[in-house]
């Protein structure tokens, strides 16, 4: 009896970006802050795919979607080890690993309750203190916030 390989094949994008090496428990998270849940063009996802270099990982195919700077600062918080392919007529143009800045507006809430940014229409800002374990300094209040207690706005 010959053993058959079976292979589900998920078709290529013409025109967009794939985000490769999500760890798979932040797939969903980098969905959601990303707004892809809500996009119009075809989004595709694989979560605890096989990975040589981090064991399980997710991907994110965005069909027509090339991500702006701020968007991708916010891969970068939530998945540090992603890398962007950007795609254009069925051809890798570039493949680049996310970085994290050194500062960043906009993108998590402060965790001190009191702070000004979570009682008046005020702009959050952070500075990256530690890129390897996350850790951020409200530029306004100072408080630290680490990773595990980050809530994407």
């Known amino acids: 009896m010959s053993e058959q390989r079976k292979e589900l094949r998920v078709s290529a994008i013409e025109n967009g970006t794939v985000i490769d090496h999500i760890?798979?428990?932040?797939?969903?998270?980098?969905?959601?802050?990303?707004?892809l849940d809500h996009f119009d063009s075809p989004v595709t996802?694989?979560?605890n795919l096989e990975s040589k270099k981090f064991g399980k990982k997710g991907i994110i195919?965005?069909?027509n979607k090339y991500f702006k700077d701020d968007e991708v600062?916010?891969?970068?918080?939530?998945?540090?080890?992603?890398?962007l392919i950007i795609i254009k007529?069925?051809?890798?143009?570039?493949?680049?690993?996310?970085?994290l800045p050194d500062a960043f507006e906009g993108i998590?809430?402060?965790v001190n309750p009191k702070c000004i940014t979570?009682?008046?229409?005020?702009l959050q800002k952070f500075q990256i203190i530690d890129?390897?374990?996350?850790?951020?300094?409200?530029v306004y209040c100072e408080k630290f916030t680490k990773k595990e207690n980050f809530e994407f706005l």
């Open 23 to 35: 760890p798979s428990e932040k797939l969903f998270l980098v969905i959601k802050i990303l707004g």
């Open 45 to 47: 996802f694989g979560s």
């Open 61 to 63: 195919k965005v069909s």
């Open 73 to 83: 600062r916010k891969i970068a918080l939530a998945a540090p080890n992603a890398t």
């Open 89 to 99: 007529n069925y051809e890798v143009i570039e493949k680049k690993s996310v970085q």
């Open 108 to 110: 998590v809430k402060c």
């Open 118 to 122: 979570n009682q008046q229409n005020v």
């Open 131 to 138: 890129k390897e374990d996350l850790k951020l300094h409200c």
